[in-house]
């Protein structure tokens, strides 16, 4: 069993990916009724839906606790161009979306209305932004979680001794080591999410999948090799 897990994490993921898809293609095709297949694919997305939040709170926490002085400007300019990055970047998927249109069917409805105004809009942020930290990590809402993080961070490195610094460290290294073993999941994942479509959809998902991946690598190539430079 060793052997086998050796061999497995030694070949390349993308390699892997790649089996998985193939797989995943075949069965929903040739066997259609192995519904259990797709669980795969639902227990691969809920570990990272699961893990994600608490990975991104630890590591904020733990880098903010153990940084040297004069991080306040240079945190200050980093916030400033994440923010407007990410402005540029939905500017750019915006212009995209209207560009090229892309359909892609969904499993399921969703019932959501725009917001009526820019009001609206930052009531819903500040609301976010102080959300119980429990419950932001329980509901992935990564703006309060981002929030409660900077906080906690910055208060632990003002008070805290090297021990607790050192054990939030050793927190934030053992939740990234998780988070690479959900990864090794991903060709299990990848096959049970493939199967679900092809096996619902046929084929045919994988024209409407390609256009939509062309338009978001598109967009990423855009962002980072023209925008942000």
Same mark, same amino acid.
């Given at each position: 069993?060793?052997?086998?897990?050796?061999?497995?994490?030694?070949?390349? @993921?993308?390699?892997?990916?790649?089996?998985? @898809?193939?797989?995943?293609?075949?069965?929903?095709?040739?066997?259609?009724?192995?519904?259990?297949?797709?669980?795969?694919?639902?227990?691969?997305?809920?570990?990272?839906?699961?893990?994600?939040?608490?990975?991104?709170?630890?590591?904020?926490?733990?880098?903010?606790?153990?940084?040297?002085?004069?991080?306040?400007?240079?945190?200050?300019?980093?916030?400033?161009?994440?923010?407007?990055?990410?402005?540029?970047?939905?500017?750019?998927?915006?212009?995209?979306?209207?560009?090229?249109?892309?359909?892609?069917?969904?499993?399921?409805?969703?019932?959501?209305?725009?917001?009526?105004?820019?009001?609206?809009?930052?009531?819903?942020?500040?609301?976010?932004?102080?959300?119980?930290?429990?419950?932001?990590?329980?509901?992935?809402?990564?703006?309060?979680?981002?929030?409660?993080?900077?906080?906690?961070?910055?208060? @632990?490195?003002?008070?805290?001794?090297?021990?607790?610094?050192?054990?939030?460290?050793?927190?934030?290294?053992?939740?990234?080591?998780?988070?690479?073993?959900?990864?090794?999941?991903?060709?299990?994942?990848?096959?049970?999410?493939?199967?679900?479509?092809?096996?619902?959809?046929?084929?045919?998902?994988?024209?409407?999948?390609?256009?939509?991946?062309?338009?978001?690598?598109?967009?990423?190539?855009?962002?980072?090799?023209?925008?942000?430079?």
């Amino acid at each position: 069993m060793k052997k086998v897990l050796g061999f497995y994490t030694k070949t390349p @993921l993308i390699l892997r990916i790649a089996i998985g @898809l193939v797989i995943g293609i075949c069965l929903g095709i040739w066997v259609p009724q192995a519904t259990f297949v797709s669980g795969f694919g639902d227990l691969f997305v809920g570990a990272l839906k699961a893990i994600a939040p608490i990975l991104v709170f630890v590591i904020v926490v733990a880098s903010l606790a153990n940084t040297g002085k004069g991080v306040g400007k240079r945190f200050g300019r980093v916030v400033f161009y994440y923010m407007l990055s990410t402005f540029l970047a939905a500017a750019v998927a915006v212009v995209m979306s209207y560009l090229t249109k892309v359909s892609i069917p969904l499993a399921e409805a969703v019932d959501k209305t725009a917001p009526a105004g820019l009001g609206e809009v930052f009531r819903a942020l500040l609301s976010n932004m102080v959300m119980n930290p429990v419950q932001a990590l329980i509901s992935a809402n990564y703006v309060g979680i981002l929030t409660w993080s900077v906080i906690i961070g910055l208060a @632990l490195k003002a008070v805290a001794g090297e021990k607790t610094k050192e054990f939030f460290t050793d927190v934030s290294n053992a939740v990234s080591k998780a988070v690479a073993w959900v990864i090794q999941c991903a060709p299990f994942g990848i096959m049970g999410l493939v199967f679900s479509s092809v096996s619902e959809y046929g084929l045919a998902i994988f024209v409407d999948y390609g256009k939509l991946l062309a338009v978001l690598v598109g967009c990423m190539l855009l962002v980072a090799f023209v925008i942000d430079p």
